[in-house]
Protein backbone atom coordinates (compact mmCIF):
# COMPACT_ATOMS: atom_id res chain seq x y z
CA UNK A 1 0.00 0.00 0.00
CA UNK A 2 3.08 2.52 -0.08
CA UNK A 3 4.70 1.71 -3.57
CA UNK A 4 5.73 4.16 -5.80
CA UNK A 5 3.24 2.86 -8.38
CA UNK A 6 -0.13 3.17 -6.64
CA UNK A 7 -1.82 7.05 -5.87
CA UNK A 8 -2.05 8.45 -2.85
CA UNK A 9 -4.95 9.64 -1.04
CA UNK A 10 -3.52 12.82 -0.60
CA UNK A 11 -3.81 13.77 -4.41
CA UNK A 12 -7.54 14.07 -3.24
CA UNK A 13 -9.59 16.87 -1.54
CA UNK A 14 -10.29 16.18 1.95
CA UNK A 15 -14.17 16.10 1.31
CA UNK A 16 -12.96 13.26 -1.50
CA UNK A 17 -10.89 11.51 0.87
CA UNK A 18 -13.57 11.10 3.50
CA UNK A 19 -16.02 9.85 0.77
CA UNK A 20 -13.90 6.79 -0.34
CA UNK A 21 -12.71 6.16 3.10
CA UNK A 22 -16.94 6.02 3.90
CA UNK A 23 -16.82 3.98 0.71
CA UNK A 24 -14.34 1.68 1.70
CA UNK A 25 -15.99 0.75 5.04
CA UNK A 26 -19.58 0.34 3.57
CA UNK A 27 -18.17 -2.19 1.19
CA UNK A 28 -15.84 -3.67 3.70
CA UNK A 29 -13.01 -3.87 0.82
CA UNK A 30 -10.42 -3.71 3.09
CA UNK A 31 -11.33 -6.96 4.80
CA UNK A 32 -11.74 -8.65 1.59
CA UNK A 33 -8.25 -7.71 1.14
CA UNK A 34 -6.62 -8.88 4.43
CA UNK A 35 -8.60 -12.42 4.39
CA UNK A 36 -6.15 -15.75 3.99
CA UNK A 37 -5.34 -15.56 -0.49
CA UNK A 38 -6.95 -18.28 -2.01
CA UNK A 39 -5.67 -21.96 -1.39
CA UNK A 40 -4.46 -21.10 2.39
CA UNK A 41 -6.43 -22.54 5.06
CA UNK A 42 -9.31 -20.12 6.48
CA UNK A 43 -9.22 -20.51 10.26
CA UNK A 44 -12.57 -21.27 11.89
CA UNK A 45 -12.49 -18.77 14.90
CA UNK A 46 -10.14 -15.96 16.84
CA UNK A 47 -10.79 -16.31 20.07
CA UNK A 48 -14.05 -17.83 19.20
CA UNK A 49 -15.51 -15.59 17.06
CA UNK A 50 -15.91 -17.45 13.71
CA UNK A 51 -13.71 -15.68 11.21
CA UNK A 52 -16.08 -14.53 8.81
CA UNK A 53 -17.46 -12.18 11.85
CA UNK A 54 -14.44 -10.15 12.53
CA UNK A 55 -14.14 -6.54 11.91
CA UNK A 56 -11.54 -5.13 8.97
CA UNK A 57 -9.18 -4.43 12.07
CA UNK A 58 -9.15 -7.93 13.93
CA UNK A 59 -8.64 -9.28 10.16
CA UNK A 60 -5.55 -7.07 9.63
CA UNK A 61 -3.98 -7.93 13.24
CA UNK A 62 -4.75 -12.02 12.22
CA UNK A 63 -2.93 -11.28 8.96
CA UNK A 64 -0.32 -9.68 10.44
CA UNK A 65 1.20 -9.23 13.89
CA UNK A 66 1.53 -5.19 14.75
CA UNK A 67 5.09 -6.47 15.54
CA UNK A 68 5.87 -7.35 11.90
CA UNK A 69 5.39 -4.10 10.59
CA UNK A 70 8.94 -3.06 10.10
CA UNK A 71 9.38 -3.95 7.08
CA UNK A 72 5.97 -2.07 5.67
CA UNK A 73 6.55 0.77 7.43
CA UNK A 74 10.53 0.98 6.32
CA UNK A 75 9.32 1.22 2.41
CA UNK A 76 6.68 3.53 2.79
CA UNK A 77 9.42 5.93 4.67
CA UNK A 78 12.15 4.79 1.75
CA UNK A 79 9.25 6.18 -1.17
CA UNK A 80 8.33 8.78 0.64
CA UNK A 81 4.73 8.11 1.35
CA UNK A 82 2.10 8.13 3.92
CA UNK A 83 0.03 4.52 4.95
CA UNK A 84 -3.19 3.78 3.75
CA UNK A 85 -6.28 1.90 4.06
CA UNK A 86 -6.21 -0.44 7.34
CA UNK A 87 -2.21 0.25 7.34
CA UNK A 88 -2.80 3.75 8.90
CA UNK A 89 -4.25 1.49 11.75
CA UNK A 90 -1.68 -0.85 12.13
CA UNK A 91 1.15 1.73 11.97
CA UNK A 92 -0.65 3.14 14.69
CA UNK A 93 0.54 0.23 17.44
CA UNK A 94 4.09 1.78 16.75
CA UNK A 95 2.96 5.27 17.90
CA UNK A 96 2.99 6.55 14.40
CA UNK A 97 -0.61 8.54 13.92
CA UNK A 98 -1.77 9.80 9.84
CA UNK A 99 -3.37 12.40 11.16
CA UNK A 100 -4.07 13.78 7.49
CA UNK A 101 -5.84 16.22 6.96
CA UNK A 102 -6.16 18.08 10.13
CA UNK A 103 -2.07 18.20 9.64
CA UNK A 104 0.63 17.30 7.54
CA UNK A 105 2.81 13.75 8.04
CA UNK A 106 2.74 12.05 11.47
CA UNK A 107 2.02 12.47 14.82
CA UNK A 108 4.40 10.39 16.90
CA UNK A 109 2.79 9.58 20.38
CA UNK A 110 5.17 8.25 22.86
CA UNK A 111 5.23 5.81 25.90
CA UNK A 112 6.48 7.30 28.68
CA UNK A 113 5.93 4.39 31.52
CA UNK A 114 5.25 5.59 34.83
CA UNK A 115 4.82 8.84 33.59
CA UNK A 116 8.92 9.27 34.01
CA UNK A 117 11.59 9.47 32.18
CA UNK A 118 15.66 10.86 32.67
CA UNK A 119 16.49 14.66 32.02
CA UNK A 120 19.08 13.58 28.93
CA UNK A 121 15.98 11.79 27.39
CA UNK A 122 14.26 15.07 27.74
CA UNK A 123 16.85 16.90 26.20
CA UNK A 124 17.46 14.61 23.42
CA UNK A 125 13.95 14.63 22.46
CA UNK A 126 14.24 18.30 22.40
CA UNK A 127 16.74 17.44 19.50
CA UNK A 128 14.15 14.92 17.92
CA UNK A 129 11.46 17.51 18.10
CA UNK A 130 13.20 20.31 16.00
CA UNK A 131 15.39 18.29 13.46
CA UNK A 132 13.04 15.58 12.53
CA UNK A 133 9.32 16.98 13.33
CA UNK A 134 7.48 20.39 13.72
CA UNK A 135 9.97 21.87 16.50
CA UNK A 136 7.64 21.35 19.64
CA UNK A 137 5.93 18.07 22.16
CA UNK A 138 2.64 18.00 23.92
CA UNK A 139 2.16 16.12 27.80
CA UNK A 140 -0.92 14.20 27.22
CA UNK A 141 -3.50 13.59 29.89
CA UNK A 142 -1.36 10.38 30.27
CA UNK A 143 1.38 11.66 31.33
CA UNK A 144 2.89 10.73 27.90
CA UNK A 145 4.76 12.83 25.20
CA UNK A 146 3.38 13.21 21.41
CA UNK A 147 5.71 15.09 18.58
CA UNK A 148 4.28 16.20 15.40
CA UNK A 149 4.50 16.97 12.08
CA UNK A 150 7.13 13.81 11.29
CA UNK A 151 7.32 13.83 7.62
CA UNK A 152 6.93 10.63 5.71
CA UNK A 153 10.47 10.03 4.98
CA UNK A 154 11.85 10.50 8.24
CA UNK A 155 8.96 7.43 10.16
CA UNK A 156 12.18 5.38 10.56
CA UNK A 157 14.61 8.39 11.76
CA UNK A 158 12.08 9.11 14.21
CA UNK A 159 11.78 5.55 15.42
CA UNK A 160 15.53 4.91 15.63
CA UNK A 161 16.11 7.99 17.50
CA UNK A 162 13.91 6.97 20.10
CA UNK A 163 15.42 3.59 20.70
CA UNK A 164 19.03 5.25 20.48
CA UNK A 165 18.12 7.34 23.82
CA UNK A 166 16.43 4.87 25.78
CA UNK A 167 12.59 5.52 24.52
CA UNK A 168 10.18 3.95 22.63
CA UNK A 169 6.26 4.32 21.04
CA UNK A 170 5.55 0.66 21.02
CA UNK A 171 1.94 -0.08 21.91
CA UNK A 172 1.05 3.81 22.19
CA UNK A 173 -1.41 3.71 19.81
CA UNK A 174 -4.57 1.21 18.14
CA UNK A 175 -5.22 -2.36 20.54
CA UNK A 176 -2.46 -2.24 22.84
CA UNK A 177 -1.78 -1.52 26.94
CA UNK A 178 -1.07 2.39 26.53
CA UNK A 179 0.74 4.30 28.52
CA UNK A 180 0.88 2.92 31.83
CA UNK A 181 0.67 5.89 34.66
CA UNK A 182 1.89 6.65 38.14
CA UNK A 183 1.20 8.61 40.83
CA UNK A 184 3.81 11.86 40.06
CA UNK A 185 5.37 11.77 43.13
CA UNK A 186 5.77 8.44 43.63
CA UNK A 187 8.82 8.11 45.91
CA UNK A 188 8.96 11.20 47.39
CA UNK A 189 5.85 11.85 48.24
CA UNK A 190 5.73 12.82 52.58
CA UNK A 191 1.83 11.67 52.28
CA UNK A 192 2.41 8.15 50.34
CA UNK A 193 1.42 4.65 51.22
CA UNK A 194 3.88 2.81 48.73
CA UNK A 195 6.29 3.65 45.60
CA UNK A 196 4.48 1.76 43.39
CA UNK A 197 6.76 2.72 40.12
CA UNK A 198 8.45 -0.40 40.04
CA UNK A 199 6.06 -2.37 40.01
CA UNK A 200 4.25 -0.24 36.68
CA UNK A 201 7.58 -0.29 35.11
CA UNK A 202 8.31 -3.80 35.72
CA UNK A 203 4.51 -4.20 34.25
CA UNK A 204 5.78 -1.59 31.01
CA UNK A 205 8.23 -4.26 30.08
CA UNK A 206 6.32 -7.43 30.69
CA UNK A 207 4.07 -6.45 28.18
CA UNK A 208 6.52 -4.50 25.90
CA UNK A 209 8.41 -8.22 25.81
CA UNK A 210 5.06 -10.54 25.63
CA UNK A 211 3.84 -10.82 21.88
CA UNK A 212 0.95 -12.40 22.84
CA UNK A 213 -0.24 -8.85 24.98
CA UNK A 214 -0.49 -7.16 21.54
CA UNK A 215 -3.10 -6.60 19.21
CA UNK A 216 -5.91 -7.20 21.79
CA UNK A 217 -9.33 -6.33 21.40
CA UNK A 218 -9.23 -3.03 21.64
CA UNK A 219 -6.95 -0.22 24.01
CA UNK A 220 -6.42 -0.75 27.56
CA UNK A 221 -5.45 1.26 30.08
CA UNK A 222 -3.58 0.59 33.17
CA UNK A 223 -2.41 2.59 36.45
CA UNK A 224 -1.01 2.74 39.86
CA UNK A 225 -1.35 5.43 42.25
CA UNK A 226 0.32 5.78 45.59
CA UNK A 227 -2.50 7.02 47.94
CA UNK A 228 -0.58 10.07 48.18
CA UNK A 229 -0.87 13.66 47.63
CA UNK A 230 -1.17 14.10 43.99
CA UNK A 231 -3.80 12.05 41.69
CA UNK A 232 -3.10 9.93 38.76
CA UNK A 233 -7.42 9.35 37.64
CA UNK A 234 -6.44 6.23 38.44
CA UNK A 235 -10.39 5.64 38.03
CA UNK A 236 -10.49 6.22 34.67
CA UNK A 237 -8.51 3.68 34.02
CA UNK A 238 -9.57 -0.41 32.82
CA UNK A 239 -7.81 -1.62 35.47
CA UNK A 240 -6.56 0.46 38.48
CA UNK A 241 -3.93 -0.75 41.14
CA UNK A 242 -4.82 1.61 44.59
CA UNK A 243 -2.82 1.53 47.35
CA UNK A 244 -4.39 1.00 50.63
CA UNK A 245 -3.58 -0.29 54.14
CA UNK A 246 -5.15 -2.71 55.42
CA UNK A 247 -5.25 -1.83 59.61
CA UNK A 248 -4.84 -5.34 62.07
CA UNK A 249 -7.23 -7.48 63.16
CA UNK A 250 -9.17 -7.16 59.93
CA UNK A 251 -10.94 -10.10 58.40
CA UNK A 252 -7.71 -12.81 59.16
CA UNK A 253 -5.64 -10.50 56.63
CA UNK A 254 -2.25 -9.36 57.47
CA UNK A 255 -1.69 -5.88 58.40
CA UNK A 256 0.23 -3.51 55.77
CA UNK A 257 0.11 -1.96 52.59
CA UNK A 258 -1.77 -3.87 49.65
CA UNK A 259 -3.29 -2.53 45.86
CA UNK A 260 -7.07 -1.99 45.72
CA UNK A 261 -8.23 -3.64 42.18
CA UNK A 262 -10.54 -1.31 40.49
CA UNK A 263 -11.87 -2.38 37.10
CA UNK A 264 -13.77 -0.90 33.94
CA UNK A 265 -13.14 2.80 34.03
CA UNK A 266 -14.37 4.50 30.61
CA UNK A 267 -15.56 8.05 31.64
CA UNK A 268 -16.02 8.93 27.62
CA UNK A 269 -18.56 5.35 28.12
CA UNK A 270 -20.11 6.86 30.96
CA UNK A 271 -18.04 4.68 33.82
CA UNK A 272 -15.85 5.03 36.37
CA UNK A 273 -13.60 1.87 37.30
CA UNK A 274 -15.40 -0.01 40.44
CA UNK A 275 -13.89 -1.51 43.21
CA UNK A 276 -13.65 -5.13 42.76
CA UNK A 277 -14.05 -6.30 46.48
CA UNK A 278 -10.37 -7.35 46.03
CA UNK A 279 -7.26 -6.52 46.87
CA UNK A 280 -3.50 -8.16 45.94
CA UNK A 281 -0.31 -7.55 47.15
CA UNK A 282 1.88 -4.59 44.81
CA UNK A 283 4.23 -7.30 44.05
CA UNK A 284 1.88 -9.60 42.46
CA UNK A 285 0.50 -6.78 40.27
CA UNK A 286 2.13 -7.74 37.40
CA UNK A 287 1.20 -11.47 37.73
CA UNK A 288 -2.24 -10.22 38.31
CA UNK A 289 -2.07 -7.44 35.22
CA UNK A 290 -1.53 -10.38 32.61
CA UNK A 291 -3.92 -12.86 34.08
CA UNK A 292 -6.68 -9.68 33.34
CA UNK A 293 -5.53 -9.14 30.20
CA UNK A 294 -5.73 -12.95 29.28
CA UNK A 295 -9.17 -12.55 30.05
CA UNK A 296 -9.86 -9.65 28.29
CA UNK A 297 -7.99 -11.61 25.20
CA UNK A 298 -10.35 -14.28 24.68
CA UNK A 299 -13.62 -12.28 25.64
CA UNK A 300 -13.27 -9.22 24.08
CA UNK A 301 -15.79 -8.24 21.12
CA UNK A 302 -13.70 -8.83 18.09
CA UNK A 303 -16.56 -7.83 15.87
CA UNK A 304 -18.06 -4.38 16.88
CA UNK A 305 -15.48 -1.64 17.58
CA UNK A 306 -17.71 0.65 19.59
CA UNK A 307 -18.38 -2.38 22.33
CA UNK A 308 -14.36 -4.09 22.38
CA UNK A 309 -13.30 -2.16 25.57
CA UNK A 310 -13.34 -3.63 29.10
CA UNK A 311 -16.22 -2.52 29.95
CA UNK A 312 -18.52 -4.30 28.03
CA UNK A 313 -17.19 -7.45 28.80
CA UNK A 314 -18.21 -6.36 32.56
CA UNK A 315 -21.50 -5.80 31.79
CA UNK A 316 -22.01 -8.77 30.29
CA UNK A 317 -20.24 -11.41 32.66
CA UNK A 318 -20.11 -9.19 35.86
CA UNK A 319 -17.11 -8.07 38.10
CA UNK A 320 -17.08 -11.66 40.32
CA UNK A 321 -16.94 -13.37 36.91
CA UNK A 322 -13.91 -11.72 35.53
CA UNK A 323 -12.05 -11.67 38.93
CA UNK A 324 -12.52 -15.87 38.86
CA UNK A 325 -11.39 -15.79 35.36
CA UNK A 326 -8.63 -14.11 36.38
CA UNK A 327 -7.52 -16.09 39.32
CA UNK A 328 -7.81 -19.61 36.94
CA UNK A 329 -5.21 -18.18 34.76
CA UNK A 330 -3.03 -17.06 37.84
CA UNK A 331 -3.49 -20.50 38.76
CA UNK A 332 -2.84 -22.23 35.95
CA UNK A 333 0.59 -20.32 35.46
CA UNK A 334 1.23 -21.93 38.97
CA UNK A 335 2.67 -18.23 40.15
CA UNK A 336 1.36 -19.03 43.74
CA UNK A 337 -0.95 -15.39 43.61
CA UNK A 338 -4.34 -14.60 44.80
CA UNK A 339 -6.85 -12.17 44.71
CA UNK A 340 -7.61 -11.89 48.74
CA UNK A 341 -11.57 -10.82 48.89
CA UNK A 342 -11.54 -7.81 51.45
CA UNK A 343 -14.13 -4.69 50.83
CA UNK A 344 -12.99 -0.86 50.83
CA UNK A 345 -14.60 -0.72 54.04
CA UNK A 346 -12.21 -2.65 55.59
CA UNK A 347 -9.05 -0.35 54.34
CA UNK A 348 -8.03 3.20 55.99
CA UNK A 349 -9.52 5.84 54.11
CA UNK A 350 -7.37 7.19 51.30
CA UNK A 351 -5.77 10.47 51.89
CA UNK A 352 -6.62 13.63 50.87
CA UNK A 353 -5.75 14.68 47.63
CA UNK A 354 -4.04 18.39 46.76
CA UNK A 355 -5.71 18.88 43.22
CA UNK A 356 -2.90 21.90 42.70
CA UNK A 357 0.24 20.57 44.65
CA UNK A 358 1.69 19.19 40.59
CA UNK A 359 2.41 22.97 40.46
CA UNK A 360 5.13 25.60 42.44
CA UNK A 361 7.50 24.55 44.93
CA UNK A 362 6.78 21.85 47.23
CA UNK A 363 8.61 19.85 50.11
CA UNK A 364 9.93 16.37 49.37
CA UNK A 365 9.63 13.70 52.28
CA UNK A 366 13.58 13.67 52.29
CA UNK A 367 15.09 16.36 54.37
CA UNK A 368 16.07 19.08 52.24
CA UNK A 369 14.67 18.11 48.76
CA UNK A 370 12.04 20.18 47.34
CA UNK A 371 10.31 19.11 43.57
CA UNK A 372 9.28 22.00 41.60
CA UNK A 373 6.16 21.47 39.50
CA UNK A 374 6.57 23.18 36.11
CA UNK A 375 3.23 25.37 34.31
CA UNK A 376 3.21 24.63 30.95
CA UNK A 377 0.56 25.95 28.18
CA UNK A 378 -1.85 23.22 27.69
CA UNK A 379 0.96 20.95 27.76
CA UNK A 380 3.09 22.29 25.35
CA UNK A 381 7.03 22.64 25.28
CA UNK A 382 9.54 24.29 22.36
CA UNK A 383 12.52 22.53 21.93
CA UNK A 384 14.87 25.01 23.71
CA UNK A 385 12.36 23.72 26.74
CA UNK A 386 12.88 20.47 26.29
CA UNK A 387 16.32 20.72 26.66
CA UNK A 388 16.33 23.43 29.13
CA UNK A 389 14.38 21.90 31.26
CA UNK A 390 16.39 18.30 31.04
CA UNK A 391 19.39 20.38 31.60
CA UNK A 392 17.89 21.52 35.01
CA UNK A 393 17.50 18.20 35.55
CA UNK A 394 21.20 16.88 35.31
CA UNK A 395 22.36 20.08 36.67
CA UNK A 396 20.47 20.39 39.62
CA UNK A 397 18.25 17.49 40.63
CA UNK A 398 18.66 13.46 40.03
CA UNK A 399 18.39 13.51 36.29
CA UNK A 400 14.49 12.59 37.38
CA UNK A 401 11.76 14.14 35.09
CA UNK A 402 8.28 13.97 35.76
CA UNK A 403 4.94 14.03 33.55
CA UNK A 404 1.33 14.81 34.87
CA UNK A 405 -2.20 13.89 33.29
CA UNK A 406 -2.33 17.20 33.66
CA UNK A 407 -0.35 17.94 30.79
CA UNK A 408 2.11 19.77 33.23
CA UNK A 409 5.89 18.20 34.49
CA UNK A 410 7.98 18.02 37.55
CA UNK A 411 11.49 18.04 38.62
CA UNK A 412 12.26 16.07 42.31
CA UNK A 413 14.77 16.43 44.05
CA UNK A 414 16.34 19.89 44.11
CA UNK A 415 18.37 20.80 47.05
CA UNK A 416 16.91 24.10 49.19
CA UNK A 417 20.08 25.96 48.18
CA UNK A 418 19.04 25.22 44.88
CA UNK A 419 15.79 26.23 44.61
CA UNK A 420 15.74 30.08 43.52
CA UNK A 421 18.29 29.54 40.86
CA UNK A 422 15.85 26.71 39.34
CA UNK A 423 12.71 29.15 39.99
CA UNK A 424 14.75 31.88 38.04
CA UNK A 425 16.20 29.40 35.04
CA UNK A 426 12.87 27.99 34.88
CA UNK A 427 11.35 31.18 34.21
CA UNK A 428 14.08 31.94 31.60
CA UNK A 429 13.01 29.45 29.19
CA UNK A 430 9.69 31.14 29.02
CA UNK A 431 7.90 29.07 32.06
CA UNK A 432 6.33 29.36 35.35
CA UNK A 433 6.35 27.34 38.84
CA UNK A 434 2.88 29.17 39.71
CA UNK A 435 -0.26 29.14 37.99
CA UNK A 436 -3.57 30.20 38.48
CA UNK A 437 -6.53 27.72 39.67
CA UNK A 438 -7.50 27.87 36.14
CA UNK A 439 -3.91 27.09 34.85
CA UNK A 440 -3.08 24.78 36.99
CA UNK A 441 -6.15 22.64 36.10
CA UNK A 442 -6.70 22.74 32.13
CA UNK A 443 -6.40 20.25 30.11
CA UNK A 444 -7.04 19.75 26.30
CA UNK A 445 -6.65 17.47 24.03
CA UNK A 446 -4.72 18.15 20.55
CA UNK A 447 -8.03 19.56 18.76
CA UNK A 448 -8.57 20.81 15.47
CA UNK A 449 -5.19 21.70 15.12
CA UNK A 450 -3.67 18.03 14.94
CA UNK A 451 -7.00 15.60 14.94
CA UNK A 452 -9.39 15.16 12.17
CA UNK A 453 -11.98 13.86 14.62
CA UNK A 454 -12.21 17.12 16.35
CA UNK A 455 -14.63 20.32 15.83
CA UNK A 456 -12.45 22.56 17.59
CA UNK A 457 -9.46 23.89 18.10
CA UNK A 458 -9.35 23.15 21.80
CA UNK A 459 -5.44 24.19 22.84
CA UNK A 460 -6.25 28.04 21.72
CA UNK A 461 -9.63 28.12 23.29
CA UNK A 462 -8.38 26.72 26.74
CA UNK A 463 -5.56 28.97 26.95
CA UNK A 464 -7.78 32.07 25.47
CA UNK A 465 -10.57 30.91 28.51
CA UNK A 466 -7.74 30.88 31.40
CA UNK A 467 -6.49 33.75 30.32
CA UNK A 468 -9.54 35.88 30.40
CA UNK A 469 -11.03 33.82 33.91
CA UNK A 470 -7.97 34.47 35.84
CA UNK A 471 -7.66 38.09 34.77
CA UNK A 472 -11.19 38.40 36.59
CA UNK A 473 -11.03 35.88 39.51
CA UNK A 474 -8.02 34.70 42.18
CA UNK A 475 -9.77 31.25 43.52
CA UNK A 476 -9.15 30.04 47.01
CA UNK A 477 -10.60 26.56 45.48
CA UNK A 478 -9.61 24.84 42.13
CA UNK A 479 -11.37 24.90 38.81
CA UNK A 480 -10.07 22.45 36.01
CA UNK A 481 -11.94 22.88 33.04
CA UNK A 482 -11.35 19.99 30.62
CA UNK A 483 -11.77 20.93 26.72
CA UNK A 484 -11.82 17.61 24.35
CA UNK A 485 -12.86 18.20 20.94
CA UNK A 486 -15.01 15.42 19.92
CA UNK A 487 -17.27 12.54 21.77
CA UNK A 488 -13.78 10.11 21.39
CA UNK A 489 -12.80 12.93 24.69
CA UNK A 490 -9.45 11.96 24.76
CA UNK A 491 -9.19 15.31 27.76
CA UNK A 492 -12.27 13.86 29.28
CA UNK A 493 -14.38 16.60 29.88
CA UNK A 494 -16.73 14.64 31.71
CA UNK A 495 -14.58 14.52 34.87
CA UNK A 496 -13.79 18.33 34.57
CA UNK A 497 -15.54 20.70 37.04
CA UNK A 498 -16.12 22.40 33.48
CA UNK A 499 -16.27 20.28 30.73
CA UNK A 500 -16.36 21.57 27.59
CA UNK A 501 -17.02 19.48 24.04
CA UNK A 502 -16.65 20.05 21.04
CA UNK A 503 -19.18 21.31 18.80
CA UNK A 504 -20.31 23.36 15.55
CA UNK A 505 -23.17 25.45 15.19
CA UNK A 506 -25.67 25.81 12.43
CA UNK A 507 -24.05 28.33 10.70
CA UNK A 508 -20.62 26.14 10.80
CA UNK A 509 -18.93 28.27 13.80
CA UNK A 510 -16.68 26.36 16.44
CA UNK A 511 -18.55 25.91 19.72
CA UNK A 512 -19.13 23.41 22.79
CA UNK A 513 -21.38 21.60 24.63
CA UNK A 514 -21.11 22.98 28.50
CA UNK A 515 -21.07 20.20 31.60
CA UNK A 516 -20.77 20.80 35.20
CA UNK A 517 -19.54 19.17 38.37
CA UNK A 518 -17.32 16.24 37.15
CA UNK A 519 -14.88 14.88 39.14
CA UNK A 520 -12.51 11.90 40.02
CA UNK A 521 -10.98 9.80 43.09
CA UNK A 522 -12.57 11.27 46.12
CA UNK A 523 -14.84 14.00 44.16
CA UNK A 524 -16.03 10.68 41.72
CA UNK A 525 -18.87 11.96 39.39
CA UNK A 526 -19.70 12.69 35.76
CA UNK A 527 -20.00 16.09 35.17
CA UNK A 528 -24.12 17.38 33.75
CA UNK A 529 -25.03 19.20 30.87
CA UNK A 530 -25.66 22.97 31.25
CA UNK A 531 -25.82 24.27 28.01
CA UNK A 532 -24.61 24.05 24.17
CA UNK A 533 -23.34 24.57 21.33
CA UNK A 534 -21.78 27.47 22.74
CA UNK A 535 -19.99 29.29 20.07
CA UNK A 536 -15.99 29.64 21.32
CA UNK A 537 -15.89 33.22 20.89
CA UNK A 538 -18.81 33.24 23.52
CA UNK A 539 -17.24 31.11 25.72
CA UNK A 540 -15.39 33.20 27.83
CA UNK A 541 -18.45 35.96 28.46
CA UNK A 542 -20.54 32.47 29.75
CA UNK A 543 -18.01 30.62 32.30
CA UNK A 544 -17.05 34.28 33.79
CA UNK A 545 -20.62 34.25 34.64
CA UNK A 546 -20.98 30.61 35.74
CA UNK A 547 -17.93 31.01 38.34
CA UNK A 548 -19.43 34.29 39.33
CA UNK A 549 -22.97 32.96 40.16
CA UNK A 550 -20.45 30.36 42.15
CA UNK A 551 -18.45 32.86 44.00
CA UNK A 552 -21.49 34.54 45.13
CA UNK A 553 -24.08 31.54 46.01
CA UNK A 554 -21.45 28.85 47.62
CA UNK A 555 -21.84 28.35 51.31
CA UNK A 556 -17.58 29.44 53.06
CA UNK A 557 -15.18 27.42 51.63
CA UNK A 558 -17.52 25.31 49.19
CA UNK A 559 -15.74 23.75 46.02
CA UNK A 560 -17.03 24.23 42.91
CA UNK A 561 -17.83 20.89 42.28
CA UNK A 562 -19.64 20.89 45.70
CA UNK A 563 -21.57 23.64 44.78
CA UNK A 564 -22.82 22.24 41.14
CA UNK A 565 -23.53 18.64 42.88
CA UNK A 566 -25.78 20.30 45.39
CA UNK A 567 -28.32 22.04 42.97
CA UNK A 568 -30.88 19.57 41.40
CA UNK A 569 -31.41 18.82 37.60
CA UNK A 570 -34.41 21.34 37.18
CA UNK A 571 -32.31 23.96 39.10
CA UNK A 572 -29.39 24.01 36.88
CA UNK A 573 -30.14 25.77 34.22
CA UNK A 574 -31.88 28.23 35.70
CA UNK A 575 -29.18 29.22 38.23
CA UNK A 576 -26.71 29.64 35.74
CA UNK A 577 -28.29 30.74 32.25
CA UNK A 578 -31.51 32.72 33.39
CA UNK A 579 -29.22 35.71 34.27
CA UNK A 580 -27.37 35.61 31.40
CA UNK A 581 -30.58 35.57 29.32
CA UNK A 582 -31.73 38.23 31.01
Not at 454 to 460: C, E, I, L, N, P
Amino acid sequence: MCGSNQTSLESFTPEQQQYLENLIQQLDLQAAFTRPPAGEPVPVSVHGTPYEDLCKEELAKHETHPWDLWGKMSRCAEDGRMPQGVDVFMFKHHGMFNVAPAQPGYMCRLRIPACRLRGDQLAMLGDLAEELAGGYAHVTTRGNLQVREIQPENLIAVLQRLYDIGLTSKGAGADSVRNITASPWAGFDPEELADLTPHALALHHHILNSRDLHGIPRKFNISFDNGGTVSCVSDTNDIAFLAAEVPPNNAGVEPGVYCRVLVGGITGHGDFARDTGYIVRPEDAVAVSDAMLRVFIEHGDRTNRKKARLKYVLDQHGIDWYIQRSQDKLDEAGAGVRFIKLSADACAPRKPIDRQAHIGVRPQRQPGLYSIGVALTIGKLQPDQLRGLGGIAQRYGSNDIRLTVWQNLIVPDIHEEDVDDVVAEVEALGLRTNASSFAAGAVACTGRFGCKFASTHTKSHAARLVDDLQERFDLDQPINIHLTGCPHSCAQHYIGDIGLLGASTEDGREAYHVFLGGGSDLDQGLARRLTGPVPADQLSALLIHVVQVYLDQREPGESFVAFTRRQPDDRLVPLFLETVAA
